[in-house]
Each structure stands twice: as structure tokens, then as C-alpha cells.
């Protein structure tokens, strides 16, 4: 089945970017999305993208996917520290509604 | 839409009674998940069903496990007898296969479990 590897945890100060990257082994994965969790809450959809595309935008948020390396990343612009919490990668199979994921990148935000 | 619904927030019982959890998916959605969240294991997916169908239960680790889903508004994750290795943040999710490029799993809030 499906792994994925992501960073456990990632720090940086208030206004940088931040970038948190993932690995996946499967390679017929179609959409590849990014949630987020705060402390407390449940997993909050962040962004996807297609597997046909390289790259998406979306506000603060860039996606980067790398289909022959199989590697994902999120880039954050501006992090403020409301982006504190764990950040998780799921890809999607083909043919399948099932997602994997990540064990979560905490990412902690340094006023 | 009120969002993905679970009841209880909290849970607290002794080993070897029985815990029920509810899921109230996001009207109108198809499929409907539960994940079990720990440190140690990361988001597990349990079972998921498709139009109140269970597909894959491949997730439920063993037969104190059990899940149903008696209508499209419903559906239950009962643990009998529980055991303090259940302690865990329980979560529901739904999604639609009508929305064409997304079907997005939407998550519920959650059930934090534990068993003393």
C-alpha cells in the first residue's frame, strides 16, 4: 500500500516562509491534498492538486508536486502564527476514495 | 451546512465496557469514513462506507471493533469490550462523489476516547 513520509516537525519565525515537504511511493496517486489540525479540532482541508499539474496557488499557500521524485511540498508565505499546527499530506490512489497520510508536520511559528 | 457531526466530544470509560460513537455526515454526502488518530500510529483509517455500504473494514483492528451505518444521515463505531490500548481521538469524515474533482473528506471535530 501507499506510504507516506513527512518531517515531524518544523519551526520559523513569524513572517518567513515556511515549507513542508512529503513523500509518497505511489505513483498512480491522482489528488494529493494538504489538511491542516489545530490543537483540539479535527483535520481542516487546506489545498489539493491534480496530478496532472506541477504547481498551485492559492493565496499564502503554493503547492509544488514532483510526480517523477514523487515529492509534494507546501510552501506558506507570510507564516503568521495562526499557522501553528500539524500539517498533513494524503495522497489519493487511483480508483480509489481512500486517502493515506502523513504522520503530521508540526509546524511552530516564533513570534 | 452544519459540517460532519460526532458525538460524544469526550469519553471516558473503564476497560471492558462497551463505548459507542456517533457520525452525522454532511447531508447529502456518499461516502463516510472513520479514522482513529494516536501518537504512536499516526491517522489509521478503521472502515469506510459507500451509500450506507460497508466497502473496506480491512482498518477495524479486531472484532471488538464494529461499525453501521443504518441510514445516510447515521452512522455508529462501537468498541466492545474497550480496552485502555482504544484510547485515541476517534474521527468521522464524509465526502461527495458528485463534486467533480474533489471528493474532499470533510472531518468531524472528533471523539477523544479514553479508557481507563
Known amino acids: 500500500g501507499e506510504d507516506v513520509e513527512q518531517s515531524l516537525f518544523l519551526s520559523v519565525r513569524e513572517g518567513d516562509s515556511s515549507v513542508i515537504n512529503c513523500t509518497y511511493t505511489d505513483s498512480s496517486s491522482t489528488y494529493l491534498y494538504w489538511y491542516k489540525q489545530e490543537p483540539g479540532a479535527g483535520l481542516q482541508l487546506l489545498t489539493y492538486i491534480f496530478s496532472n499539474m506541477d504547481m498551485k496557488q492559492d493565496q499564502r499557500l503554493t503547492v509544488l508536486l514532483n510526480k517523477k521524485d514523487k515529492h509534494l511540498s507546501l510552501r506558506i508565505a507570510d507564516t503568521q502564527t495562526g499557522d501553528s499546527a500539524i500539517y498533513f499530506c494524503?495522497?489519493?490512489?487511483?480508483?480509489?476514495?481512500?486517502?493515506?497520510f502523513g504522520k503530521g508536520t508540526k509546524l511552530s511559528v516564533i513570534p | 451546512d452544519a459540517g460532519v457531526i460526532q458525538s460524544p466530544r469526550h469519553e471516558v470509560t473503564e476497560m471492558g465496557q462497551e463505548v459507542t460513537l456517533r457520525c452525522k455526515p454532511i447531508?447529502?454526502?456518499?461516502?463516510l469514513f472513520w479514522y482513529r488518530q494516536t501518537m504512536m500510529r499516526g491517522l489509521e483509517l478503521l472502515i469506510y462506507?459507500?451509500?450506507?455500504?460497508?466497502?473496506?473494514d480491512s482498518g477495524m483492528p479486531e472484532d471488538r471493533f464494529s461499525a453501521k451505518m443504518p441510514n445516510a444521515s447515521f452512522s455508529t463505531l462501537k468498541i466492545q469490550p474497550s480496552e485502555p490500548r482504544d484510547s485515541a481521538v476517534y474521527f468521522c469524515?464524509?465526502?461527495?462523489?458528485?463534486?467533480?474533482?474533489?471528493?474532499?473528506?470533510?472531518f468531524g471535530p472528533g471523539t477523544r476516547l479514553t479508557v481507563l
Open positions: 494524503a495522497p489519493r490512489g487511483a480508483g480509489s476514495y481512500q486517502l493515506t
Open positions: 462506507f459507500n451509500n450506507n455500504v460497508p466497502i473496506d
Open positions: 469524515a464524509s465526502s461527495s462523489t458528485t463534486t467533480p474533482q474533489e471528493d474532499t473528506q470533510y
Open positions: 447531508s447529502g454526502h456518499d461516502y
